[in-house]
């Protein structure tokens, strides 16, 4: 009996250490990950940690060009794709050492004008990665913007979302919810005072429009025909499409084509 | 006709789309469009109720229909005619810039969503998602200055912007200023 409870504190001790290991990265966690993905990037960060904590420069670079790849398919398709929390994650925190860096550099402001072009090209360089997450990010807010009850009323696409979308969509509806009931909606018969109403002949849902044109490269060799109607598309490597998103989708996810 | 007050909002909405400031809010449309949804209602209660009503009457259930699509039109031309203005509220809160044609509702509404908009600029301080959303080009550019501004503290050094001095500056730096019309890029 006894032993069984030396046992059980020997556990909890190891337990409590473990999860204050864990803490600090949780609680920092600017964009809110779970915590399996933590791990991972911990994991990550271990890995490599003899060379850099941040990852070896061909990390850095992959990173960097699926950034690049994530923002022009977000930009280009209607929807919301599933969310790169994890890569952001590491970016963000190379971006904030890059700028104690330049901080760090250009106080100490030698005569040396070589300093003053290498932080010219950082600075730049730096300038473009904020400029892709900001724009990443903002767009996905205004397709939340642009569908909100369709997007409340929609699990499978909420759990395409960060938990800090999340929220947001949760607050942002509520406020034009507010809006739309202190404008007219309380003066509705009851009958008409839902908002995700989609029924009969005109919806009050706003839904992202799937039809809408897009512009691909076929980048493999599938050999597949689409057919629409009476015409139809062969997806011959290296040729350019526009197409409506709902037919190209599929591909779109499988990788044989990508976004230009 | 029925229909025709909330047609005018729909029209209304049409033409902000080339304004550059929220037109004055249809308080009496948007009130008159009310004012139809709920006649309608009335006079749909008042159908059924009536003694001689009979479900299977083709006649009467063309009425009912016909009322019920009209209800539903009025409401979808008010929750568009507002979500125009809604997302000209948004655009307005993430430029930092106002919309001085708004009502009581729209004022708190866009006060509300301003505030929003600071706490999910919170967990990315490094990247200011309220930042420009042009490419960057230059990260450096030369400004002249068109009205004296006083001494301005920046990582390279304290700047002291008299009148008509030139500085090669972080654009970032002194965005602000040029908005303001204090600087002017050269």
Known sequence: MEEDNLDLEGMDIHSGLDSSFHSPPHTSDPAGLSMDETDDIDDLINNVRPHDPLGTLEEKEADIKELTHSWVTERMSPTLLPTKEALLFRILKRVQLQIEVIEEKSIDMSPDTDVKLELLIVETELERIKYLIRSYLRVRLLKIDNSMEYYQSSPLDRMNMSQTERMYLNRHYALLKNLYAHQFMNTFPDSLKQMNDSSGSASMVQEPNMDHPVFVRVVKDTGRKIIIGNDSVKLRKGSIVVIKYSIIVKYVESGDVVFI | ?186
């Open chain 2, 1 to 186: 006709m029925l229909g025709d007050t909330a047609l005018k909002l729909v029209h209304d909405s049409r033409r902000t789309a080339a304004l550059d400031l929220l037109p004055a809010y249809q308080e009496e449309l948007v009130r008159g469009v009310c004012r139809e949804i709920r006649q309608l209602d009335a006079s749909i209660n008042k159908t059924q109720d009536e003694p001689g009503y009979d479900p299977q009457d083709r006649v009467a259930h063309c009425n009912l229909l016909v009322q019920h699509l009209a209800m539903r039109r009025d409401k979808r031309c008010l929750l568009a005619y507002q979500f125009t203005r809604a997302r000209r509220m948004n655009e307005a809160a993430w430029k930092q810039t106002e919309e001085p044609n708004l009502n009581g509702n729209e004022q708190e509404y866009m006060k509300a969503y301003e505030d929003l908009i600071v706490d999910i600029k919170g967990p990315y301080t490094d990247i200011d998602l309220t930042g420009s959303l042009e490419p960057p080009n230059d990260v450096f550019i030369d400004v002249r200055v068109l009205q004296s501004v006083g001494e301005v503290q920046t990582e390279y050094g304290v700047f002291n912007l008299e009148k008509d001095s030139q500085f090669f500056v972080r654009r970032s730096d002194v965005q602000t200023l040029l908005l303001q019309g204090y600087l002017k890029e050269i």
